[in-house]
């Protein structure tokens, strides 16, 4: 098998915004995303999909720490992140370009 590279860099992250009325209706998790829950307020929450390689840069590891500490460690079901969603794509966009 030839594996071969795609011609465009794949978006480091995909905004979904979450919906009670309709669960079940979101997109399927791509291979090697990692959804997440962010915003600060419980309405304003947006499911977004974070590459698997950006969790090892600080910044996003300090906003891991913080849920941690908010959340707990034992967190069920998705990963919550108590932090403004634009803020945080904003942060994706500058660690993916370096």
Same mark, same amino acid.
């Given at each position: 098998?030839?594996?071969?590279?795609?011609?465009?860099?794949?978006?480091? =992250?995909?905004?979904?915004?979450?919906?009670?009325?309709?669960?079940?209706?979101?997109?399927?998790?791509?291979?090697? =995303?990692?959804?997440?829950?962010?915003?600060?307020?419980?309405?304003?929450?947006?499911?977004?999909?974070?590459?698997?390689?950006l969790l090892?840069?600080?910044?996003? @590891?300090?906003?891991?720490?913080?849920? @941690?500490?908010?959340?707990? =460690?034992?967190?069920?079901?998705?990963?919550?992140?108590?932090?403004? @969603?634009?803020?945080?794509?904003?942060?994706?966009? @500058?660690?993916?370009?370096?």
């Amino acid at each position: 098998m030839v594996w071969g590279r795609k011609d465009s860099e794949p978006l480091m =992250y995909s905004k979904h915004l979450v919906d009670s009325g309709k669960r079940g209706m979101e997109e399927p998790i791509l291979k090697g =995303y990692i959804p997440m829950l962010v915003g600060c307020e419980e309405g304003k929450v947006e499911r977004i999909l974070v590459h698997v390689r950006l969790l090892k840069d600080p910044s996003v @590891a300090a906003l891991l720490e913080m849920a @941690a500490i908010e959340f707990g =460690y034992r967190q069920q079901g998705i990963l919550r992140v108590p932090w403004d @969603a634009q803020q945080f794509r904003q942060m994706v966009d @500058a660690v993916s370009k370096i």
